[in-house]
């Protein structure tokens, strides 16, 4: 066993906050878009109403089709609006592991089975499933702050945007 500072425990808690961060700011925008083409949709199929209610009574089955397209865009929306508590929870959940890595920081180092560390760290490490998260943890390991990890990993994400607008990473 060796004597440790907290450094490692800390930037360990410190990717965690980084991943949840990452994760919320990639989830804001695909429900944000989600959000505003269902409220489209849902304004196309007003538009239609009208337009279909000022003609004659053939276009009743039309009608039908309007008021379910815009039924399920309301509902769709609806179902969406749990994310907002999700993400109030993401965000609880980073700040109760930030707190957490302050409390730490001020405690005496602890001995900690160098062996053990390593198989933590690697087990963690072998978890992650997009090169963003490896990222990120690999930057904090060296000794970046989260901003610092996080503002790399949007280099990336944007890097990779430019090099394949058009692909889709499929998990």
Same mark, same amino acid.
């Given at each position: 066993?060796?004597?440790? /500072?907290? &450094? ?5 808690l ?27 949709m ?6 239609l ?6 003609? /004659? ?32 929870? %993401? *965000?609880? #959940?980073?700040?109760?592991? /930030? ?24 087990? #963690? ?7 963003? *998260? &490896?990222?990120?943890? *690999? ?28 692909? %889709?990473?499929?998990?």
């Amino acid at each position: 066993m060796s004597l440790h /500072t907290h &450094r490692e425990l800390l930037d360990l808690l410190n990717v965690a906050v980084a991943q949840l961060h990452h994760a919320q700011h990639d989830a804001n925008q695909a429900v944000g878009s989600l959000s505003d083409n269902f409220a489209q949709m849902a304004g196309f199929s007003h538009q239609l109403k009208q337009q279909l209610d000022s003609e /004659t009574e053939q276009n009743d089955s039309l009608q039908d089709i309007s008021h379910q397209i815009s039924d399920r865009a309301q509902n769709s929306v609806i179902a969406l609006q749990f994310y907002d508590r999700l993400g109030q929870r %993401i *965000e609880h #959940v980073a700040d109760s592991i /930030t707190e957490l890595a302050k409390l730490l920081d001020k405690v005496p180092p602890v001995e900690i089975d160098e062996e053990k560390w390593s198989a933590l760290n690697a087990a #963690v490490y072998s978890k992650y499933s997009m090169k963003e *998260e &490896r990222l990120i943890h *690999e930057q904090i390991a060296n000794g970046a702050s989260i901003q610092e990890a996080l503002s790399a990993m949007k280099a990336l994400v944007e890097q990779d945007a430019e090099d394949d607008d058009d692909d %889709i990473e499929l998990f």
